[in-house]
């Protein structure tokens, strides 16, 4: 009896868990297209600092592959590596990157994450992190490794949403809303403070970073960056 009690309460608990998700798919196709939109001006900009010298360029936290026309837009022989923890992901993006026109030879999926990037020292040119950095677990290993990766005068690139100014209304509300935030968004923090740890990781050719505030929903995280480092 006791058994199928625990059945019974496992199975709602996984039913319930589904409609969840499908309820947050629901909230997102429905309220955040003006934000997608709006984002999408931004990845131009970024994207554009993608030079067509960068022949080998890792994404990190690929995930479905929504930035691969940007890379076949740049250079379409680039191969790509495409970093996510869910290896179930990867039919998607490299359906996403042949769509994009990408060759299918060069994309290749890496299952890890960025605390722990599964390539060779100096073995990339480029490496991309787009709305990423809020939801590693350790932003300062992730970037370490980033430069590990890095060839000598190689780039990163990334565009990422950030903590508001210190003292200000929107940085309270952040703070009290970081835990739901977390908990229903797989780990996305609204208080990271991104941009100095990007200026404080050591990346000795220099960074240049833009700030921005976006209009549309999620006015949460209002307050965006985008740029470049160079190792």
Not at 60 to 71: A, D
Not at 80 to 100: F, H
Not at 146 to 156: E, Y
Request: glycine content about 6%; aromatic content about 10%; hydrophobic content about 40%.
């Amino acid at each position: 009896m006791l058994c199928v009690q625990r059945m019974f309460r496992e199975h709602i608990i996984r039913r319930g868990r589904r409609y969840i998700r499908r309820l947050q798919s629901w909230f997102l196709n429905t309220t955040m297209q003006s934000y997608w939109e709006e984002i999408d001006h931004c990845k131009i900009k970024v994207f554009d600092k993608l030079t067509a010298k960068a022949e080998k360029v890792l994404e990190i936290g690929i995930g479905t592959g929504p930035n691969m026309r940007y890379y076949a837009a740049s250079n379409p022989n680039v191969t790509l590596y495409g970093l996510d923890p869910n290896p179930e992901i990867k039919w998607y993006a490299r359906k996403s990157a042949v769509k994009a026109g990408l060759k299918p030879k060069n994309f290749k999926f890496k299952q890890g994450v960025g605390e722990a990037i599964p390539l060779k020292d100096a073995s990339i040119d480029a490496v991309v992190a787009t709305l990423v950095l809020c939801s590693v677990s350790d932003v300062t290993q992730t970037l370490t490794e980033i430069k590990r990766v890095l060839r000598p005068g190689g780039t990163f690139i990334f565009l990422e949403h950030v903590a508001a100014k210190d003292g200000s209304f929107l940085r309270r509300l952040q703070k009290l809303l970081d835990p739901l935030q977390q908990r229903f968004s797989d780990g996305c923090h609204l208080t990271r403070n991104t941009r100095e740890c990007i200026l404080e990781a050591g990346f000795n050719g220099g960074v240049e970073i833009e700030t921005m505030s976006m209009c549309s929903f999620p006015w949460i995280t209002r307050p965006h960056i985008y740029g470049v480092a160079y190792k």
